[in-house]
């Protein structure tokens, strides 16, 4: 195929790049403006590692500037702005986005190497989240608390408000690009708060396209802004303290960064996953076999609920296992642009030498490869399978750390508890996945698994965040879903009415 370039032809975008002998140069926002700089951060595809745009970066002095401007007038334009203008412009980013998709679509193919159907799908959740955001307000409601039961507080009252925090710093990952923009900004902004959006360094167009279209649809420019620079450079930015939340879509190691330079603030932090699944000896065999060949290979693994670890009860290991394998064998690896392919490639040749070495690690330690496990060039792997004895799992390193690609251990048992306690010993609780129909089986493992979101009969998926989900342990802080995430990007405030007058205290 030919080298990988970006479409440029939809002119709705034209004044966030300028284009530089036949390479375009994207845009920073600040500061309510899009602005180029000679500082610049070089992109390249997944597909093919080749040059497809340069990202211009802005200077550390200016984005305090911005950020002092955003904390002074910014945060008020979108406060004092009536919420049901802001749900509007949420509304009609969903309606730029389905008219200018063609161009987002084909960002995520070749800047984070999504296959057709996955980059297409990114686009439509995105739209059906934003659309969602009306189920957001329901949960921007306060309390009325009665004094009357404590001595020291009859003839008083409170309210319980919930008010924007001021700044929230948005940091993305590379993964869900998109998505992860959009669903971040629409809770953050519904009620009230002023953004800086940090997109991922290797895949960062699709923020950039999505910042675009939030302006157009009229969020005030004094209230949101986009700084790219990289990760290892924000660590002025994430402790100032004029942002008051930091949400934080990444790795553990990341988040665990984060927190020690950040100080004290609001924290969301959406952090590494890889997910168990357990199934049980009544499983619906096929179908639970086509789940987790799907969770291991979708989006090359790269996804936090992607599924590492199967455990599966003796008696149908062997047809699991060669039906998982029967499922790896029909997924298509290959150039993503090409409609056929199921799996393309990985974000970057390090995450492809971590993965390698994650299969060697586990040949070393006697396990078996039951499917692929070759690496085919600089990015481009074949998912792998892998075969372990139980009581060596835990020395992997597929098992104590996040691997974020297509690997998956698979290893039997025959008593709960060793699921139980296989699933549990990870540093990671992010989802698990139940497939059977033993409902005294499932209710033990739903009481103790430690985990956020469990998924029964069905390979864990975050989709739209319409059933919340989020970390325990090394997995996060907080939970993102459409109704939920709202109340941790919102403050309490407790207002108190002394009355004073004589009432209730006759009857004392
Ligand atoms: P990452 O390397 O941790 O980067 C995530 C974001 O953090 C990027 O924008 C990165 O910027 C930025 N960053 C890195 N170091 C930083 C620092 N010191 N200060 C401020 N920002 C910093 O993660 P990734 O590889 O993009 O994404 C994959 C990870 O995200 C996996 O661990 C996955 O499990 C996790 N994830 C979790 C969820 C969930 O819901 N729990 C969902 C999706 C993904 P640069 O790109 O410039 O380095």
């Known amino acids: 195929m030919e080298k990988t370039k970006l479409s440029l032809d939809d002119p709705f975008f034209n004044d966030i790049y300028d284009v530089e002998e036949g390479i375009p140069v994207f845009k920073y926002f600040l500061n309510g403006e899009w602005k180029k700089s000679n500082d610049r951060s070089k992109i390249v595809s997944p597909i093919d590692n080749n040059v497809i745009a340069y990202i211009s970066r802005p200077e550390l002095s200016e984005v305090e500037k911005a950020i002092e401007n955003m904390y002074s007038k910014g945060k008020w334009k979108i406060r004092d702005m009536p919420g049901d203008v802001r749900l509007k412009i949420i509304e009609k980013i969903a309606d730029i986005l389905e008219k200018h998709q063609d161009v987002v679509i084909d960002s995520l193919v070749i800047n984070a190497g999504k296959t057709y159907n996955s980059a297409k799908g990114e686009v439509l959740a995105t739209i059906e989240r934003l659309r969602k955001s009306p189920l957001d307000l329901r949960k921007i409601v306060g309390d009325l608390i009665p004094g009357d039961w404590s001595s020291e507080a009859l003839e008083t009252e409170a309210l319980i408000r919930r008010e924007p925090y001021g700044i929230s710093l948005i940091i993305i990952p590379f993964n869900y690009p998109l998505f992860d923009s959009a669903n971040k900004i629409t809770y953050t902004i519904l009620p009230g708060n002023a953004i800086i959006l940090k997109p991922p360094s290797s895949d960062p167009i699709p923020s950039l396209f999505l910042l675009k279209m939030a302006i157009e649809a009229g969020l005030p420019k004094e209230s949101i802004a986009l700084i790219t620079l990289p990760g290892k450079h924000m660590?002025?930015?994430?402790?100032?303290?004029?942002?008051?939340?930091?949400?934080?879509?990444?790795?553990?190691?990341?988040?665990?960064?984060?927190?020690?330079?950040?100080?004290?603030?609001?924290?969301?932090?959406?952090?590494?996953?890889g997910d168990p699944a357990i199934v049980l000896g009544d499983a619906d065999i096929s179908w639970a076999a086509k789940r987790i060949s799907l969770a291991i290979t979708s989006y090359s693994g790269q996804r936090c609920d992607s599924i590492k670890l199967i455990l599966a009860e003796d008696?149908?290991?062997?047809?699991?296992?060669?039906?998982?394998?029967?499922?790896?064998?029909?997924?298509?690896?290959?150039?993503?642009?090409?409609?056929?392919?199921?799996?393309?490639?990985?974000?970057?040749?390090?995450?492809a030498d971590q993965w390698e070495e994650g299969v060697k690690d586990a040949?070393?330690?006697g396990c078996k490869i039951l499917f692929g496990g070759k690496r085919i060039n600089d990015t481009f792997i074949e998912p792998a399978l892998i075969e372990c004895d139980r009581d060596k799992v835990k020395e992997l390193v597929a098992y104590k750390e996040e691997i974020f690609s297509s690997i998956a251990i698979i290893t039997k048992f025959s008593d709960l508890n060793q699921a139980i306690e296989l699933s549990n010993d990870r540093r990671y609780g992010l989802d698990a996945s139940i497939f059977g129909n033993d409902v005294n089986k499932i209710r033990k493992l739903v009481r103790l698994l430690e985990v956020g979101a469990i998924y029964i009969?069905?390979?864990?998926?975050?989709?739209?965040?319409?059933?919340?989900?989020?970390?325990r342990k090394d997995s996060g802080i907080g939970r993102e879903g459409i109704g939920y995430s709202i109340e941790q990007v919102t403050a309490m405030k407790s207002i108190v009415y002394n009355y004073k007058g004589k009432g209730v205290w006759d009857y004392i």
């Not at 994430?238 to 927190?259: A, C, D, H, R």
């Not at 997924?331 to 642009?337: E, H, I, L, M, T």
């Not at 009969?457 to 970390?471: S, V």
């Open 235 to 273: 660590s002025k930015v994430v402790s100032n303290s004029k942002i008051g939340i930091i949400n934080l879509t990444g790795s553990t190691e990341t988040g665990i960064e984060v927190m020690k330079e950040a100080g004290i603030k609001q924290f969301i932090m959406e952090l590494g996953g």
């Open 315 to 351: 008696k149908i290991y062997e047809q699991l296992k060669n039906e998982i394998v029967n499922e790896l064998s029909k997924v298509k690896v290959g150039d993503p642009r090409d409609k056929g392919v199921d799996m393309g490639p990985l974000i970057d040749k390090s995450s």
């Open 363 to 365: 040949m070393a330690k």
């Open 457 to 471: 009969n069905d390979m864990p998926k975050h989709g739209i965040n319409y059933y919340p989900f989020g970390g």
